[in-house]
């Protein structure tokens, strides 16, 4: 599907800004000995990864979002569901803020451009498609990844990887993360356990330690109904395709 121009900032609707922010949580919430995600201490890597907002960086929150390698240097990845959804659309006047912390963004803030999402997602909202691609504009003349680096997209590789997986919920001001591994949770889709990836971490990127990120918070349950277990879409073809529509 071609990428979705994104109308210029507005105010969105209280009502459908709640409905999807709402939709826009996700999932952790251990059982037996699983881990609770901690602060998560900055570092070059985690600066990759910031949050979506509306309008500002101390605007509402949306989700999660992380900078992948893409030819314009301007893409990110996140789930589906936090950009657009049959309920409410596409929602409007989203900016990203990597690193952000306590108030800080320490590399500025970034318009949205453009969003790619598979046709299924577009049409029916299947869980299977909860992945989207984002553009984003450049900041004086620089895009996202010549600033902070970009993450590659690692599809096809199983479950059993070990992961680290940073996001925002939306009442810290700080990020949190949690060391995992990724579990099969059907053919189509992946999980792991560990607590406190409350609302605003859905789009959470799954990063294996040579860098790719092989999951997003989303998928089955919009990435899960507690905060001790998180779902992703499977990294497979679908999404090699659709990060092929989104860079081409």
């Known amino acids: 599907m071609a990428p979705r121009p994104v ?133 004086d003349g620089r895009q996202v990844e010549e600033t902070v680096g970009g993450n590659p997209i690692g599809t096809g590789q199983g479950v059993g990887l070990a992961v680290s997986v940073t996001g925002y919920p939306n009442e810290s001001d700080e990020p949190i993360t949690c060391s995992v591994r990724t579990r099969s949770q059907s053919s189509t889709q992946e999980r792991f356990d560990c607590g406190g990836y409350t609302d605003g971490t859905s789009g959470s990127p799954w990063v294996t330690g040579d860098g790719a990120v092989v999951g997003v918070i989303g998928g089955y349950q919009e990435g899960g109904n507690t905060p001790g277990t998180s779902y992703s879409v499977s990294f497979g073809q679908r999404v090699a395709d659709l990060y092929r529509t989104a860079t081409t």
């Not at 952790?28 to 979506?52: H, M």
């Not at 590399?107 to 909860?130: F, H, K, L």
């Open 7 to 139: 109308p210029p900032a507005r105010a969105a609707g209280a009502a459908a800004l709640t409905a999807l922010l709402l939709a826009t949580g996700t999932a952790c919430g251990g059982q037996g000995t699983a881990p609770t995600a901690e602060v998560a201490q900055p570092s070059p890597a985690r600066d990759r990864i910031g949050t979506l907002s509306i309008h500002t960086a101390q605007g509402p929150r949306a989700c999660t979002a992380s900078v992948v390698h893409s030819p314009g240097r301007n893409l990110l990845v996140t789930a589906a569901h936090c950009v657009q959804n049959q309920r409410v659309g596409l929602l409007d006047g989203l900016v990203f803020t990597p690193g952000y912390r306590n108030g800080y963004s320490p590399y500025g803030t970034w318009q949205v451009q453009s969003i790619t999402v598979d046709p299924r997602w577009a049409e029916d909202d299947d869980p299977d498609y909860d992945v989207a691609f984002v553009t984003v504009r450049p900041v």
